[in-house]
Each structure stands twice: as structure tokens, then as C-alpha cells.
């Protein structure tokens, strides 16, 4: 399996603008967690799902932010309107349901809104 | 979930054998500790999981007292390529989990 694999690697965006992140777990793995990375609040979790049901979103922080999991192997985490201050790397992770807490986080989204 | 206490930074020579420990003092019977790393630019990483006494991989070693409340991260003989944020956690498993990272311990390695 190639990982947990997001994109995009990179997105550079205007005040105001609609940003979609995205996030393809690894095959198997029934939870899903999105996290958020700045120098202030170090790693945040924003929301995970378990069997693409939303289970926990109380990290989210406004009404701005949004998330999905249609299918197993996908899910967006969409900004509209985004903000200066959701500057960050945000982060997409995957885990089996049982065992243990071992997640595999995907390689980030550095977003930067100006 | 249990909250977590570990120190900032740490720095170390290379060559030595870092210790680093994490305070877990409300840590509920079916939680396990897990360590994670993470490099600059990079999600992080699993290292190890432990429930009690000691766990080694090729990687680390995760000692863990009786009592369970805290639990220290053994990296033998560091290089500077372990620099890196290295992150204690605690959860239960199975059922609705989630995994909550805390400040973390930068360590920097010295030539």
C-alpha cells in the first residue's frame, strides 16, 4: 500500500476563496482523522470518522470548516471562506479500529491563504 | 483520554542514549502508550506501544513502571537524523478512539 496520500501537497489561496483538501487512507483502516499543524497550537484534531460516519468534530474550529467521507477510501476537508489564520499543514490519518492507537499519517497539505 | 506530561526539549550528543520521559498519572486501565516522531515537513510517525514492564523494536525501547503513570522513550545511541519532536500518547483500544497529541519533546541531536 502506498500510505495514506493527500493533496494537494501544496495550496496557496486568496482571503475569501473555497479550499478542498483531500485524503485517500489506506485500504482497510476504518478510522479517519483530520488534524491541523501551526507553530502556536501544535497538532490539533479537527474530526475523525469511523466507517465514514463523523464521529468527533468538536475540534473544528467555525462553521467555515467542513468534512466528508463518502466512501472508504476518500475524504475532503473544505474551507469556505478560508482565512489568513488557517494557515497551517493540515494533516490526513488512518487506523484499524482494533488493537491499538497506531495511526499513519499522510505526508500533509501546507495551505497558506493570503 | 489521559493527559500527557513531557518535557520540551532535550538535547544530546550523538552517539549517547536519549531517555525520554512521559507523566501519565490519570492513565485508565485498558490505555495503552504509544510513541510517535516527526520530522520537519513530515506527518509523524509510529515508534512503539506499550501496556506494561518492556518493549523493544528495532527502533526504541518503552520501559513502563507497575504503576503505569509514566513511561520513558529509550533511543540508544542517537544520530543526528534522530533530531526530531517525539510525541507520548495514551488511549484505550478498540471501540471509538481517537489519537490527541500533546506538546511534545524536541530533541536535538549535537555532532
Known amino acids: 500500500d502506498a500510505g495514506v496520500i493527500q493533496s494537494p501537497r501544496h495550496e496557496v489561496t486568496e482571503m475569501g476563496q473555497e479550499v478542498t483538501l483531500r485524503c485517500k487512507p489506506i485500504?482497510?483502516?476504518?478510522?479517519l482523522f483530520w488534524y491541523r499543524q501551526t507553530m502556536m497550537r501544535g497538532l490539533e484534531l479537527l474530526i475523525y470518522f469511523n466507517n465514514n460516519v463523523p464521529i468527533d468534530d468538536s475540534g473544528m474550529p467555525e462553521d467555515r470548516f467542513s468534512a466528508k467521507m463518502p466512501n472508504a477510501s476518500f475524504s475532503t476537508l473544505k474551507i469556505q471562506p478560508s482565512e489568513p489564520r488557517d494557515s497551517a499543514v493540515y494533516f490526513c490519518?488512518?487506523?484499524?479500529?482494533?488493537?491499538?492507537?497506531?495511526?499513519?499519517f499522510g505526508q500533509g497539505t501546507r495551505l497558506t491563504v493570503v | 483520554l489521559a493527559k500527557t506530561t513531557q518535557p520540551i526539549s532535550m538535547d544530546s550528543y550523538e552517539g549517547q542514549e536519549v531517555n525520554i520521559t512521559c507523566s501519565h498519572n490519570?492513565?485508565?486501565?485498558?490505555?495503552?502508550i504509544t510513541w510517535y516522531q516527526q520530522f520537519p515537513s513530515q506527518g509523524p510517525r509510529f515508534i512503539i506501544q506499550?501496556?506494561?514492564t518492556k518493549v523493544t523494536n528495532e527502533v526504541a525501547s518503552l520501559f513502563i513502571p507497575a504503576d503505569r503513570k509514566s513511561s520513558t522513550l529509550s533511543l540508544p545511541r542517537v544520530s543526528l537524523s534522530d533530531t526530531a519532536v517525539y510525541y507520548c500518547l495514551v488511549g484505550s483500544s478498540g471501540g471509538y478512539q481517537k489519537v490527541t497529541f500533546g506538546t511534545g519533546t524536541k530533541l536535538q541531536v549535537i555532532p
Open positions: 490519570n492513565i485508565a486501565t485498558n490505555d495503552y
Open positions: 506499550g501496556y506494561k
Open positions: 485500504s482497510g483502516h476504518d478510522y
Open positions: 490519518a488512518s487506523s484499524f479500529q482494533v488493537t491499538n492507537t497506531e495511526a499513519f
